[in-house]
């Protein structure tokens, strides 16, 4: 007999990946419009838990009208003679694997962010109450978690206890992100990865270093120590580090060889700290995106909650889908706000004094880890909405990258003679513009402060074109 036969859905790792679109989603549960949600574990004494017991506070999802938002918080209480708070992460992280695969059940993201929707047709089959996630989440923690010997799940609704609780969750986090701070990639011979969100982004492979938390911002170094020994054969496992092949981009061989074996050789290199050439992937569950900023040559971020538009006039969701899915972008780099406090941090493209643009919220959370003499040089919302207001206020603050700005105007001045010199024929300007658009391809290209020289000339009508 099956361990779901009273599950009203399927429950398999076949649905690990079902996009649940919002015209097809009975409910949806925390997301981008509300703003207090999480999912905790929390490792309690085998006296303080009961076993398989599901509690629900708040209504339950039969409760819920059609098509619209609610807070959501889920407290995952597990017992066992060996757990202790270091496998907390690695109990929490589970949440989001096991709970996609319930059948039209959606899950994305992680503790704060979480994201759930549930589909018309499984509310329609009977999908109606948390007690049925709560026990799917139960049989699997205790069948592929045997060191799990007691299992509590509470689901709350209740926004009231909600907001009670979110300031409690957050605390939590950040005590456990604390614990993981200090040691250096140096200093251990093995990295980890995770594959759990290959579900959604199949060439992806997170690679989890003690200075580079994992894109989700949920399994630090310690946490993925902890999930391999447990489960070895799960999503987590240990990467060799191999030799260091280049210490200042961050490329090891053993991730390397990890990586392609993982994504059967679609990602055959990795730079661990830099967004250019060979760029970490991104899942869809990062926290944030680094996004690169031509026009100044620095580095903007945007977080998930930021609900404006960045200063290069695009949302969050829209940067999120340029770097999402496994692939390498060049100058797009999903990440976890965690990374952004490590020194490890765009290591190789300037760190924090190529970052030009970040949210005052994210701002204020890493203040301390930003280098002081630059701190007051990095833009938010209320100081630029635009390339321009940007320019205007790098220059004013006297940010490192204006200093780049210069040195590279120079560079372009004095390389113009030289190249006319390399030619055996004099070179001719043939055009100058502070502003020179051209059109190739459906693209719009504009050239800044444009000079154009050319051996030859050829000027023809169009119709003599057409002819040839």
Not at 191 to 209: D, E, K, M, N, R
């Amino acid at each position: 007999m099956s361990m779901f036969s009273d599950i009203p859905v399927d429950v398999g790792i076949i649905y690990e990946g079902e996009r649940i679109r919002r015209n097809d989603m009975y409910v949806e549960l925390g997301g981008p419009t509300v703003k207090e949600k999480f999912e905790l574990a929390k490792v309690r004494a085998a006296n303080e838990i009961e076993d398989g017991k599901i509690v629900i506070i708040g209504p339950d999802i039969k409760d819920m009208k059609e098509g619209n938002s609610y807070p959501l918080g889920i407290l995952v209480e597990a017992a066992g003679a060996t757990l202790d708070e270091g496998l907390e992460g690695v109990i929490e992280r589970r949440i989001h694997g096991y709970m996609n695969y319930i059948e039209g059940f959606m899950h994305l993201n992680q503790r704060y962010d979480i994201w759930i929707r549930l589909s018309k047709k499984s509310f329609q089959k009977g999908l109606n109450s948390f007690l049925y996630i709560g026990n799917v989440l139960h049989r699997l923690f205790k069948s592929e978690l045997p060191i799990i010997e007691k299992l509590q799940i509470t689901f709350i609704t209740d926004p009231a206890k909600i907001k009670e609780l979110y300031p409690q969750a957050l605390q939590a986090y950040e005590a456990r992100d604390a614990k993981a701070r200090g040691l250096k990639d140096e200093e251990v011979d093995k990295f980890y990865g995770c594959i759990l969100c290959q579900s959604f982004a199949p060439t992806h492979v997170c690679v989890i270093t003690p200075q580079r938390y994992s894109n989700c911002g949920a399994i630090s170094w310690f946490d993925g120590r902890a999930s391999a020994s447990i489960d070895p054969k799960g999503p987590v496992f240990a990467i060799e580090k191999g030799e260091l092949l280049d210490p200042v981009k961050g490329e090891y061989s053993g991730v390397n060889e990890t990586v392609k074996k993982k994504t059967l050789g679609e990602v055959s290199k990795v730079w661990l700290y830099t967004a250019f050439g060979h760029p970490h992937t991104s899942c869809g569950c990062f926290e944030a995106v680094a996004f690169y900023i031509p026009e100044v040559d620095g580095f903007g971020l945007v977080h998930r909650g930021f609900k404006g538009v960045t200063v290069n006039g695009l949302p969050f969701s829209t940067l999120a889908d340029s770097t999402a899915g496994g692939r390498q972008v060049d100058g797009f780099h999903g990440l976890s706000i965690e990374y952004m406090r490590s020194k490890k941090f765009l290591e190789a493209d300037g760190g924090w004094r190529r970052v030009v643009w970040l949210p005052k919220e994210i701002k204020e959370r890493v203040k301390d880890f930003i280098p002081k003499d630059v701190v007051d040089k990095i833009a938010t919302e209320e100081d630029a909405q635009n390339i321009d207001s940007l320019k205007a206020f790098l220059k004013a603050k006297g940010h490192p990258v204006v200093a780049k700005w210069t040195e590279e105007a120079t560079k372009a001045e004095a390389a113009v003679p030289a190249e006319v010199n390399k030619e055996e024929d004099t070179l001719v300007p043939v055009a100058t513009a502070a502003t020179l658009p051209l059109t190739a391809g459906g693209f719009k290209i504009i050239l800044k402060d444009a000079k154009i020289y050319a051996k030859k000339v050829i000027i023809r009508p169009i119709k003599d074109e057409k002819k040839s």
